[in-house]
């Protein structure tokens, strides 16, 4: 019997083509990013996380390209520049050096103050409540699939079946299977080795097909599973293959 918890994990793998960790990361991302600018915008203690983390850069560029609701990321911006104006400000000041004079001369532990702020500042705008609420759900999902793997023999052979599982998702794999048994994790990782060394080999082979077709000789031969090798190539490489592809879609049109 299904349990609600596998349902998310088979619906993603059940789709053909791709890294299904990447499907169940975009929905998982798309249901937060409409959470923290719909209903839960109003309520004090999501108010109070978004007014001290804001989002991360990423999250920040994804909200303003995707958001409907301009209003509600104008408050939470509002709000988070108010609250980091009033840490910060007091901050900066006091890390102003003190000019050296021929009476007070140098202090070298300005460089050590300017450092330390710096580090301040990137630790905090690199805080994001939709990255943390991600990285539990992927812990999650992954412990899902480790257990599936081995207790789920139609699950095994969507597994086993899968387009490939990108590298960045891979180490997340790895890490998980490192808490199995002996037995359940030699299994385990056999079946991802096998899926991504052919993965390896197919794109090899496809972008210097790819490579090659750039040569006036190979012009009026057909492309074959070549021509979006270098998209696929990114979403394995680095699991986000779609900026890329938006690009292309924006230059064809």
Request: with cysteine; glycine share 6%; aromatic share 10%.
């Amino acid at each position: 019997m299904e349990k609600i918890y596998m349902i998310p994990v088979n619906d993603a793998y059940n789709e053909l083509g791709g890294c299904p960790i990447c499907r169940l990361r975009d929905k998982a991302e798309n249901n937060y990013l409409e959470y923290y600018l719909g209903p839960s915008l109003m309520e004090p203690d999501t108010r109070k996380i978004t007014n001290k983390t804001g989002f991360c850069p990423v999250h920040m560029g994804k909200l303003n390209k995707a958001v409907t609701n301009r209003l509600g990321l104008g408050l939470v911006v509002h709000t988070h520049l108010k609250d980091f104006n009033e840490d910060l400000n007091p901050k900066l000041k006091a890390a102003i050096p003190a000019k050296a004079g021929l009476i007070k001369g140098r202090t070298p532990e300005f460089k050590q103050k300017l450092n330390s702020l710096a580090d301040y500042i990137e630790k905090r705008i690199g805080l994001c409540p939709i990255c943390e609420n991600l990285d539990d759900a992927m812990g999650h999902y992954v412990e899902v699939i480790c257990w599936m793997f081995s207790h789920d023999k139609d699950f095994k052979e969507k597994f086993l079946n899968s387009e490939f599982h990108c590298l960045p998702h891979t180490a997340l794999l790895l890490r998980q299977a490192a808490k199995l048994s002996q037995n359940e994790a030699s299994d385990f990782v056999e079946a991802l080795y096998n899926n991504n060394t052919d993965t390896f080999d197919n794109l090899i082979s496809d972008v210097e097909y790819f490579t090659l077709k750039f040569d006036y000789r190979n012009t009026d031969k057909p492309w074959g599973t070549s021509k979006n090798s270098i998209q696929r190539s990114m979403r394995f490489l680095s699991s986000d293959g779609r900026d890329f592809d938006e690009q292309q879609s924006k230059k064809q049109s």
